[in-house]
């Protein structure tokens, strides 16, 4: 048995969304589609939670504003709505927990997708004139900000794919969305600092590890090298001048494989039958090849954002948060420098388009009663969280 100790100071959470969690939100572009109603009232019922989390020796919670709240209509903005998050940050505050403040968690006012979204010519524009107002009512009770979450997730399955909205497969579009979330960050990440000097400032960014199916294939090595560019360095690449750290959302393995049938005679697979109820593989391995990876490139702090797996049965998510954590622990000792594990999520939530079928939460939801019960793999990452080891 070896015990791990990891650094002093090592931040210990776990996150939410805000259109995931908080409920009542009927006025951004995802609850045309894909309502989440009133999801775990996180929105009345965030104290009760919050208890929970410092229950479980957590002293630092990943949280999100909602742009629709905070701006119902262009251009006017809601006190009441500011208030409420700084209700929230002070709950925090108040219990000995840090926080971890996302601006933009993927949704959207109904006003701002009217003018075409993130494909409008000004749409960083209107997010900056959100990010001003919401930092400078905020900035002093935030810890970390994060500015996107997961821009280029919204660029696949939002532009290209067709899978979230606004549902539309045009590279022209996704080139556009592309460009102004690049330009939403550098100016978010400018603003934030301009109000509040002491601000850290980075993006959440869901990497793979990409690996061939066949190591002596070289066609599958051209596909990991082309594909890696594109799914895990191509943005960052251009922000990293304006990032005080990376947040890593890991969950896949990226596995390519050579297929004559599809175009470029190559296919990308995640999945297999005794993963995760998303289907996706379990590889714990790949979060020390990617913050490797990280340093090698960018020489950042960071913190792993998101990192969790759906288990309704709770079977596997004692030793996947173990696992994931053990290949951490090497990246660590091996000078990578990250500072915090945030596991996705705090709760179960409104996973997008799979609605409440996924159960990624420490804590289980009964979505008909909002009973919330701590799951036995909750009280395992509570050990590690309270003693700041792990032991293997």
Not at 211 to 233: L, Q, T
Not at 324 to 350: M, P, Q, R
Not at 356 to 383: C, M, Q, V
């Amino acid at each position: 048995m070896n015990i791990l100790k990891f650094p002093s100071g090592f931040l210990w959470g776990s996150a939410v969304s805000s259109y995931q969690v908080e409920g009542g939100i009927e006025n951004c572009d995802w609850s045309r589609d894909y309502p989440a109603g009133r999801a775990c009232d996180y929105y009345n019922q965030y104290e009760r939670y919050f208890d929970m989390a410092k229950e479980l020796n957590q002293n630092i919670h990943r949280m999100s504003l909602e742009w629709s709240r905070i701006e119902p209509e262009e251009g006017k903005f809601d006190k009441e709505a500011i208030g409420h998050y700084r209700k929230i940050l002070l709950a925090l505050k108040a219990r000995g927990m840090k926080s971890m403040v996302t601006i933009w968690h993927w949704t959207n006012p109904v006003w701002f997708s009217a003018k075409g979204g993130w494909e409008n010519p000004k749409s960083s524009e209107d997010f900056t004139r959100f990010v001003k107002f919401a930092v400078s009512e905020l900035g002093g009770n935030v810890d970390l900000w994060i500015t996107l979450n997961e821009p280029m997730v919204n660029v696949s399955e939002g532009y290209l794919r067709g899978n979230h909205p606004p549902f539309k497969k045009n590279i022209f579009a996704a080139a556009k969305v592309y460009l102004n979330f690049k330009a939403a960050h550098r100016k978010t990440y400018g603003i934030i600092h301009d109000l509040d000097q002491k601000a850290r400032v980075g993006i959440a960014y869901n990497s793979a590890y990409v690996k061939p199916a066949n190591k002596n294939s070289i066609m599958e090595k051209i596909g990991v090298f082309v594909w890696d560019h594109i799914r895990n360095h191509m943005f960052l690449d251009e922000i990293k001048k304006e990032s005080d750290f990376i947040g890593l959302n890991y969950y896949f393995l990226d596995t390519i494989r050579f297929d004559p049938l599809k175009f470029p005679f190559l296919a990308i697979d995640n999945r297999t039958e005794d993963g995760s109820d998303m289907g996706w593989e379990i590889y714990p391995e790949g979060i020390y090849h990617v913050l490797k990876d990280l340093k090698k490139r960018y020489n950042k702090p960071v913190y792993i954002t998101e990192n969790g797996i759906a288990d309704a049965q709770d079977k596997k998510r004692a030793k996947y948060i173990v696992d994931h954590l053990n290949w951490t622990y090497k990246a660590i000792s091996e000078g990578v420098d990250v500072g915090g594990y945030f596991y996705w999520s705090l709760l179960d939530n409104f996973e997008w388009t799979y609605g409440f079928s996924k159960r990624f939460g420490l804590i289980e939801i009964d979505f008909n009663t909002l009973e919330a019960k701590i799951r036995p793999s909750a009280y395992e990452y509570a050990k590690i969280c309270k003693n700041n080891f792990l032991m293997v």
